[in-house]
């Protein structure tokens, strides 16, 4: 019998020790797991977003890696499928477009609910953000004045005169010129690769090399340039609304919460204002992203 219990006994405690050694190994894959990778594209609105996301983790403790300016969609969205990228901030419409060019979803919910059904079963969509941020099209005050342009429907009229500018994507991309002409009928003389909200269309613009650039609504640099952004009269553009997305199962239910937390702080003169702030007034996007952290989330 004593030997019975002797044997129960170290039975029992190499048991407690092959548990006490999974937790171990639990908890470490936990950490790990808590590292997230959060990807940008290549323009300043971008690299805010995503230096938010980044500071507000970090302030729940959470380590964080950043990879920036990584171009468009064509790159970033596999990255973020094959678990290179944990996290990117996005748009609602243009996503939905990347995925069904032939949508006509419109109203944030409608862009949302079909978003859902569209995207690959390994990415997720977090909460949506009120802030929106909408590709629009600007031209100089004089051409405006020249041709009496207000909206996209007046540009129709006088597109085959002029040179359009923005980021190579533009030129193929449903919500980009192929958009214009299936809603407008808008076809314009010609088309300049360049970036968009960035300084190669905005000097392209000023020095009369393009007559219009593809710009973002919430550019900063809109409040100092003598442009004219077009009203998009028959709705071209659907609901923008930012929304991080994430590969599923990559970060965590508090990762998660964070996010949502940004999301829910975020609106839309937010983003015009950090953009200006790093556009206009040339400060570190970091610094800047950092401080509305501050200022928006009260740490936990």
């Known amino acids: 019998m004593m030997m019975i219990k002797n044997w129960l006994s170290a039975t029992g405690k190499g048991f407690r020790l092959s548990l006490l050694a999974a937790g171990m190994a639990s908890a470490a894959f936990t950490a790990q797991a808590e590292t997230v990778t959060i990807g940008g594209a290549n323009y300043s609105e971008q690299t805010i977003l995503a230096n938010i996301y980044a500071s507000a983790l970090k302030q729940q403790g959470i380590e964080v890696k950043t990879r920036l300016n990584l171009g468009n969609r064509e790159i970033i969205i596999p990255a973020l499928k094959t678990g290179e990228l944990d996290v990117v901030p996005e748009y609602l419409g243009a996503l939905l477009n990347y995925y069904h060019g032939g949508s006509k979803a419109t109203t944030e919910q409608e862009v949302s609910d079909e978003l859902k059904q569209t995207l690959p079963a390994d990415l997720q969509l977090l909460n949506a953000s009120p802030a929106s941020s909408i590709t629009a099209w600007a031209v100089r005050a004089e051409t405006a004045k020249k041709y009496n342009l207000k909206t996209l429907s007046d540009l129709a009229k006088v597109a085959p005169e002029l040179v359009v500018g923005g980021p ?79 590969h599923k199962g990559a970060v965590s239910p508090k990762v998660e919460e964070v996010l949502n937390n940004v999301s829910a702080h975020l609106t839309t003169q937010d983003i015009i204002q950090l953009n200006k702030q790093v556009d206009v007034d040339h400060k570190d996007p970091a610094k800047v992203a950092e401080q509305w952290v501050k200022d928006k989330l009260a740490a936990k």
């Open 168 to 246: 190579p994507e533009v030129a193929t991309r449903a919500l980009g010129l192929p958009g214009l002409e299936r809603v407008y009928g808008i076809k314009f003389k010609s088309f300049k690769s360049l970036d968009i909200a960035g300084p190669l269309s905005r000097l392209a613009l000023n020095s009369r090399k393009i007559d219009v650039a593809t710009i973002i609504s919430t550019q900063g640099d809109l409040a100092k340039e003598n442009w004219v952004v077009l009203e998009d009269d028959k709705h071209e553009q659907p609901a923008q609304n930012l929304v991080p997305l994430i």
